[in-house]
Structures are given as C-alpha cells and as structure tokens.
C-alpha cells in the first residue's frame, strides 16, 4: 500500500552520520570548555549541536538515506549534546554554588532529558506530526545554556539569587521536558512552497538581530517557545472552559 511507511534501511550512510557526529561533538566540546571555564565557547557549541541535529533528519531524508542506525545513533547524540552538556554547563557556571540541590537539580535534567527522548522514540510512530508532547531536549537545553551564555556575556557573577533563577530554570525546563504540554513542532512547514515577501523579509530581520546581540536573542527565542506551551495549555483550558459553562443548562430549570 502507497500510504504505509517504509521501512527503515539497515544500512550505514555517511552524509547524514557526518552532521549527528558534528552535532555529538560539540556537545562533548561544550563540556569541556565548561570544565575550563569558558562558557561563552560552551554556549556557541551546544547551539551548533543544535544546528546540527536540525540538519542531520532533513539531509536524511532529502538524499533517502534514513536508516535505523541512524535513528539511533541521533538519539544518543542527543542525549549527549542536549541532556548531559547543558546540565554540566550549568552546573559548572552556578548550580556548584549550591551544593548538593545544585548537583540534583543538574541530574534531574539530564534524567528528563533521558525520558523525553525514549518517549520520543517510542511514540514516534503514533504521534501527531504537528504538536510534541513536552518540551523538546534541543529547546530545554537552549534555554538552560543561553541563560549561560548570557551570564557570561554580561559578566553576571552566578552566586546568590542568580545560582537559584538558574535552578529554577533548569528544573523547569526538566519539568516540561516530561510533562504531556504540546508544543508546535514546525514540522508541517512546507520550505519548498512560495512564501509571500514579508515572511522573507522576517527571516532577514531574524537574522540581523541575531547577529547584533546572539547570545541574548536566542536565549529570548528559545524561552519564549519553551512559555509558549504553557500558554497555549491555559488558553485551551479556558477555551474548553467556557464552551463547557455555555452547554451546561441554567439552575433551576
């Protein structure tokens, strides 16, 4: 049947590996260079792991070379890049200040970020294509590590009240990784049909602001999605709230 999906090749392609092991590498970069204390490098290299796992499914996809190696092998560059990093990066920068809730609160992430992608790969087959159930890793670990990112931009001394935003951050980040909040997935986006001149013209300004200040736009980006979930929840909630009042009949009656 033309509507079934096909099956997954055996085989081992090199393009799309290349851009998963790009992806794990500066995911192991980042914890190194969090270990020497330079957390600007940590922060560039977990965004380019980012980029990179953005790239590795759509050049599969584009050149037919998926394969169920590979599926596996993004899946563990993810737990890597987006699961063990972010949670090291924060925790050398301000969760160390706190002891042993700094450490836990830095496990409970990468222990989320586990979770998330084995109940990613299980229900990939069934899922809706347009919504992810709960944050996804490469969002979370954006939104933990561009608040990094920005501290030491700005110089930020991460001790204090600081080293508990960047626990609460972390954790809620770890929260929304497991929890059943939809989020947009962008994946039905058609790149390959017209697009009217001010979506174009929105990417251009996208880019320039990104290039006057990147650490502070993204970090902005990516904690704006990771808000959006909740949002749209609240909003569903009352929408569903308010149809329900209005189909239940009068008292007294």
Request: aromatic residues 12%; proline residues 5%.
């Amino acid at each position: 049947m033309s509507g079934e999906p096909r099956p997954r090749r055996r085989g081992i392609y090199l393009l799309p590996n290349l851009f998963t092991t790009a992806g794990l590498f500066a995911g192991f970069y980042a914890i190194v260079a969090a270990m020497n204390g330079r957390f600007g490098a940590a922060g560039v290299a977990v965004f380019v792991a980012l980029l990179m796992d953005g790239l590795d499914g759509r050049i599969a996809r584009l050149t037919n070379t998926q394969s169920d190696f590979g599926k596996e092998y993004d899946s563990l560059s993810d737990m890597v890049a987006f699961g063990l990093a972010p949670a090291l990066v924060v925790y050398q920068w301000a969760l160390v200040h706190l002891g042993k809730i700094g450490w836990l609160g830095a496990f409970l992430f990468t222990s989320a970020a586990a979770l998330r992608l084995a109940r990613f790969n299980v229900r990939q087959a069934t899922s809706e294509r347009r919504y992810f159930q709960g944050l996804a890793s490469p969002a979370a670990a954006a939104v933990v590590v561009g608040l990094v990112w920005v501290g030491d931009a700005y110089g930020w001394q991460p001790t204090g009240a600081l080293a508990v935003v960047a626990w609460t951050v972390t954790v809620a980040c770890a929260w929304l990784m497991v929890s059943s909040i939809r989020y947009r997935s962008f994946k039905d986006l058609d790149l390959k049909g017209r697009v009217p001149f001010v979506a174009v013209l929105a990417v251009v300004l996208l880019f320039v602001l990104i290039s006057v200040d990147p650490p502070r736009v993204l970090f902005l980006l990516f904690a704006g999605y990771a808000l959006s979930g909740p949002v749209m929840a609240v909003a569903r909630w009352r929408r569903l709230h308010r149809a329900a009042s209005l189909d239940r009949p009068p008292e007294g009656r």
